[in-house]
């Protein structure tokens, strides 16, 4: 418990800061409101980032205290994740990093951790998969690459007030359960310092979003995850890897068919951002707040409604991954269950179909725009 009280004091504390200082710089702030992934009302610093690394590092230095071995292991873990925060912050600060340097530097620190840590992926129970990462060099490279593509997804997730801060907490838990089931105290111990950490952001962040994870936090924080993970995977083979897979199943399964759709469907780059993410059809077609007089703060209140919903999708696949963590087969049902069930509510919502019991109207007395009901 001191290990996430230290973490969550940490990032609270530094959070704040960037708060405060990132008001005074121009350069800290997300100043850009008219993209189509940009849902807030008015610039925001997007440096919290610095804040979740600074109470990792706390959470770090607490174990350490504790338990000297796993201490080295979880600044090792925060000393291979600085390349791709670093890149991250600087297109925080300057937006001038392309999304191509950014995986690159992702996909370095993931490296960094195959070679420090020995964090690889040697068993998938997926037939094909396992014969690859059976070598040293294809259990390499498949880790890398997962590590980078769940850091890129927590990344295109955070689009709302909480929402990807919260997911990951509830990830992290899941983590932080498993380990303390098999008796991995160390794994468990990076879990509860990564909670605490993202916790002390989300007080800033939720709802009245006075800060942004940014690049640099949400490329962190899903390698932060992605590593946690595949340790618990490397160090107890009692896990099913289908595990974190379904733990993770959102944001992997949003970018997945995110790619899908832009390459298939509209024959566009998936790098492209567009405003059609199932986060973005909630804000605009679900949760239908007016946006009367005090347009500013009807839209924030909009922004903080919608992130609930993910977070019960979110939970939709945690719960039955914590239930049935060593159950490969019923864990992979999950998995199919969830992307059917994802892919029948995008649908639905994006042909003005969403279910009844999901939309939330107007107060009496308010005024409904265009984008709200989603006719113009």
Same mark, same amino acid.
């Given at each position: ?68 071995? #796993?201490?080295?292991? #979880?600044?090792?873990?925060? =000393? ?30 993931? =490296? ?12 998938? #129970? ?48 899941? %983590? ?31 709802? *009245? ?8 936090? #949400? ?27 379904? *733990? ?16 298939? %469907? ?65 864990? *992979? ?44």
């Amino acid at each position: 418990m001191s290990i996430l009280l230290a973490a969550f004091v940490a990032s609270l504390l530094v959070t704040l800061w960037a708060v405060r200082s990132g008001r005074r710089s121009s350069r800290a702030h997300d100043s850009d409101l008219s993209g189509p992934q940009k849902f807030h009302v008015r610039p925001v610093p997007r440096i919290g980032g610095i804040g979740i690394v600074a109470g990792v590092l706390a959470g770090a230095l607490a174990m350490r205290w504790q338990q000297p071995m #796993a201490g080295t292991l #979880a600044l090792w873990l925060l =000393a291979c994740g600085l390349p791709c925060f670093a890149a991250g912050l600087a297109e925080d600060l300057t937006k001038h990093i392309s999304p191509r340097r950014r995986l690159f530097f992702t996909a370095v620190s993931a =490296a960094l951790a195959v070679w420090a840590l020995q964090s690889v992926i040697t068993y998938t #129970a997926i037939p094909g998969l396992d014969w690859v990462v059976s070598m040293p060099l294809g259990a390499a490279l498949v880790t890398v690459f997962v590590v980078t593509g769940v850091a890129n997804s927590v990344n295109i997730i955070d689009g709302f007030n909480g929402l990807a801060s919260m997911c990951a907490m509830l990830m992290l838990g899941a %983590l932080a359960y498993v380990a303390f089931q098999v008796g991995d105290h160390a794994v468990m111990w990076l879990a509860l310092a990564g909670i605490g950490a993202l916790l002390g952001f989300f007080i800033w962040n939720y709802p *009245a979003g006075l800060v942004f994870l940014g690049d640099g936090g #949400a490329y962190f924080v899903g390698f932060y995850m992605a590593e946690v993970a595949i340790l618990l995977l490397h160090r107890n083979p009692q896990v099913s890897p289908m595990f974190p897979l379904l *733990a993770c199943i959102y944001p992997v399964f949003e970018t997945l068919f995110s790619m899908y759709r832009r390459r298939v %469907l509209q024959d566009r780059s998936p790098g492209v951002p567009d405003g059609i993410h199932l986060h973005s059809l909630i804000y605009r077609r679900v949760v239908r707040w007016a946006a009367g007089a005090s347009l500013a703060k009807s839209l924030t209140r909009r922004n903080s409604k919608t992130s609930p919903y993910l977070w019960l999708l979110c939970m939709c696949a945690v719960v039955p991954a914590v239930l049935f963590w060593d159950n490969t087969a019923v864990l *992979a049902s999950f998995i199919v269950v969830f992307s059917v069930g994802y892919t029948v509510l995008y649908w639905r919502i994006v042909r003005f179909r969403a279910p009844r019991w999901m939309v939330i109207h107007s107060r009496p007395g308010e005024l409904t725009g265009p984008e709200i009901t989603g006719q113009g």
